[in-house]
């Protein structure tokens, strides 16, 4: 578990098991969620949070509000990988980020998440006050080549939104 060069940036090491394989010897389509998981939950680690103290503490939870993946390459057994997680935007309860998981520099798989903290009754609750000072000192800067890809993904900055829609009511652009 890693920064790398840039602080918005944090590394996950990891290495694909036999468990983590389907029948022809490739990664499972929803493991890449589980090691996306993985490498948020670290990330939030290094920043100083753990889950379960947030949720003792503060009585709150990240929850997956949105999940678009775009699966480009299999990954296989005994694959060394890295899953690179950037904090892309923030709201006053979500955050959005961006994961890459690749093997050397080839990426695999590209996820676009969308995370909502939520209190104990399931509802969105804003983030607490340390968590945010946190996050947005990591916050990244788009690179030039994703400037217009979080409309594609329906993720905007602030973690809401959706693709040809304006409005909160999802009316239909143009």
């Given amino acids: 578990m890693s920064q790398s060069d840039s602080a918005a940036e944090h590394v996950l090491p990891l290495r694909v098991y ?3 394989t389907d029948a022809v010897g490739v990664v499972y389509h929803a493991n890449y969620l ?3 998981e993985r490498a948020r939950t670290e990330y939030l680690r290094t920043l100083g949070f753990e889950h379960g103290a947030l949720k003792q503490a503060d009585g709150v939870a990240f929850a ?3 999940a678009v993946v775009d699966y480009q390459r299999p990954a296989r057994l005994d694959d060394a990988l890295e899953v690179r997680t950037r904090l892309t935007g923030l709201g006053g309860a979500t955050l959005t980020a961006e994961q890459r998981i690749l093997r050397q520099d080839e990426i695999l798989v590209r ?3 969308l995370l909502a903290l939520i209190g104990g009754d399931g509802r969105a609750i804003r983030l607490p006050a340390a968590l945010r000072a946190a996050l947005k000192r990591v916050m990244a800067q788009p690179r030039a080549d994703e400037l217009d890809s979080d409309n594609y993904y329906g993720l905007t900055r602030n973690g809401v939104g959706h693709r040809g829609t304006s409005g909160a009511r999802g009316r239909r652009s143009g």
């Fill in 111 to 113: 996820l676009y998440i």
């Fill in 34 to 36: 589980r090691y996306a």
């Fill in 64 to 66: 997956v509000r949105r």
């Fill in 18 to 20: 036999y468990e983590d």
